[in-house]
């Protein structure tokens, strides 16, 4: 049974006019949504290569030292008047230490707010130039109040 009073759909040029623009304007919208989310994370997770590598801080409540009260006397008594910051404030003195140049026009230097000391004879040292940056791990020896310091290895960042 046929209906001879049926004609077949032809959409107008008009309504496939529109129907390409709502699909072509869907993708672009699509396009730049994945351009900003993708911008979004780069902006706040950017590539480690182009910019300083934040430096490792102590869990909250962890002091930045790991030293007892018996070391810290032991470190007075060779002549430390503070021994913690007096060691971490020495290091500024010291970049002939870093291993690295410094890049773009930056000089390379040490972060004592940064840095930690870890026992009674080493430091994590955090250096960088503005632009990159770094971790040593650091031995140190005290002796009548001078400060001496050896490269032990440079630390993943």
Same mark, same amino acid.
Do not use: C
């Given at each position: ?71 810290? /006397? +032991?470190?007075?008594?060779? =002549?430390? @008047?503070?021994?913690?910051?007096? #060691?971490?404030?020495?290091?500024? !003195? ?29 430091? /994590? +040292?955090?250096?960088?130039? =503005?632009? @990159?940056?770094?971790?040593?791990? #650091?031995?140190?020896?005290?002796? !009548? ?13």
């Amino acid at each position: 049974m046929t209906n001879k009073n049926h004609k077949p759909t032809r959409l107008s040029g008009k309504v496939l006019a529109i129907s390409l623009l709502v699909v072509v304007l869907g993708f672009g919208s699509l396009a730049v949504w994945k351009i900003a989310i993708s911008t979004q994370d780069t902006d706040t997770n950017p590539p480690t290569d182009s910019i300083s590598v934040a430096p490792p801080s102590a869990p909250p409540g962890m002091p930045a030292y790991q030293l007892t009260e018996a070391d810290i /006397e +032991a470190l007075r008594a060779k =002549g430390l @008047t503070d021994p913690v910051n007096d #060691l971490l404030d020495d290091l500024k !003195d010291h970049p002939e230490l870093i291993p690295v140049e410094g890049t773009l026009g930056g000089t390379m230097k040490f972060w004592p707010s940064e840095s930690r000391v870890i026992s009674p004879s080493r430091v /994590e +040292a955090y250096y960088e130039d =503005g632009h @990159t940056g770094g971790r040593l791990l #650091l031995e140190y020896e005290v002796v !009548d109040g001078e400060i001496g310091w050896t490269v032990i290895q440079r630390l993943p960042n």
